[in-house]
């Protein structure tokens, strides 16, 4: 188990690789204003350099500003279109790409730009993705700094900086992200009681659900889970299983004695349905044999005004809401070099957009603990998982802005190793074993993940535990 820290380091004193050869460097970004400046600075120094709305095909190097102002969507789309357009070229040839984001120059935001931090994600992915190519990520505070300072610092960190992958420059100099042990304290200082409510989404099922569990061994207390399965009743008379080819084979046997014709599909989705039902009613279950108290709601994340009508209900049942584990998330694994805007949408909206809707119905100054399950594709990038990777960082850096906001609480995000369960099937459970990754046991994961929460105040914010899927 690790956790990171944000260190002083000077540059090396060389230029970024492939800058002063590139015969053409085009800048892109979403905020002219700041643009026009960066380009001029560029210039001055020498580099060829111009703006363009997106990739010609025909530049040598890339200048991504995507992060520095907008959105989180637009930053992190946009950027992502971009080396999506590049990417035949920085995987045949190689080539350089710089993003720039502004977290604060330093990585840990103590305002609303941590919602543009995921950038480091995608970096991280793409040199995964494009072996020949060099790819950083530098965070330079342009709203602390000002444009033309921010922008004479980032020409001197691309003349100086070499190529190393992840920089921060704020008015204080320069930082580089730096890993090393991470321990709980002996006296957990935050111990939750029977008393708390804590709400939780995505921990219905699979790996949260066994964290979840085990907190409720822990502290006795009430739990609102929030999922977007309906608890499918299990059918009078069906045998129970929980092999889904078996459940298949049960119910076309049950729907052939009732003289029905049933399509595969149909029979796929029925037994989906029925086995997410049983382990919803399993986990209440075991999280009520454990001494806690346990309540599932059927519920959008994304949707603020479903959300909003689940905290109430939740609240007029169980007290008031004293705790949030954000473990909603899904996966739609596609090279950078065909990546869409829609599979973007459909990672950000349970993991970002369920974040948001959250933070607006939650008071966050009354939680004792927020705990986020993000993942080491973040911090270590993964070939296919560009907009998972870029999701993740977000939950790091939102993280830290709400550890600046609320300090006695305990605010972690758990970037999380493969799991041996949850998404790892036994193919993916082969794949790792051939990497030579080693997985999380459920019960060793869950107990991390209990002993994280029960840390309060003394939790690292970023803890990495299990090994990277691309980390030596």
Partial sequence: ????????????????????????????????????????????????????????????????????????????????????????????????????????????????????????????????????????????????????????????????????ACVGLNAKGRLVPDEHPAFFPPNQTAQLTSSDTLLVTGGARGVTADCIIELAARTKAGFILLGRSEITPWP?????????????????????AEGRKVKPADLNRDARALLSGAEIRATLSAIEQAGGRALYLPTDVADPAALKSAVDQATQLFGPITGLVHGAGVLADKLIAEKTSE????????????????????????????????????RYGNAGQADYAMANEILNRMACWLKASHPQAGVTSINWGPWDGGMVDDGLRAKFAEMGVPLIPRDAGARIFADAVMAGSKCPVELIVGAGIAHD
């Fill in 343 to 378: 599979q973007v949408a459909r990672v950000f909206a349970p993991k970002i957009d369920g974040l948001a809707a959250l933070l607006s119905v939650l008071d966050t100054s009354t939680l004792k603990t927020i705990a986020f399950f993000s993942s080491v594709s973040a």
């Fill in 1 to 164: 188990m690790r956790t990171v820290a944000y260190v002083s380091r000077q540059a090396v004193g060389r230029v970024t690789p492939g800058l002063r050869e590139a015969g053409l460097i085009e800048y892109i970004g979403n905020y002219p204003a700041i643009a026009q400046v960066v380009v001029q600075a560029m210039l001055e120094a020498g580099f060829v350099v111009r703006e363009v709305t997106q990739p010609s095909g025909s530049a040598d190097a890339l200048v991504l500003g995507h992060g520095l102002a907008g959105t989180y969507s637009d930053s992190h789309t946009g950027a992502l279109a971009a080396l999506s357009a590049q990417a035949g070229q920085l995987a045949t040839k190689g080539g350089t790409v710089i993003l720039l984001q502004d977290t604060g120059g330093r990585f840990q935001p103590a305002d609303e730009r941590a919602w543009r931090g995921g950038l480091a994600g995608l970096a991280r992915t793409a040199t995964q993705e494009f072996p020949l190519a060099t790819i950083r990520l530098i965070d330079v505070d342009f709203a602390g700094l000002g444009t033309r300072p921010a922008a004479d610092r980032l020409v001197e960190e691309l003349l100086s900086g070499g190529n190393a």
């Fill in 236 to 256: 009078q008379g069906l045998p129970q299983t929980n092999d889904e080819k078996e459940l298949r084979g049960l119910l076309a046997r049950q729907a052939s």
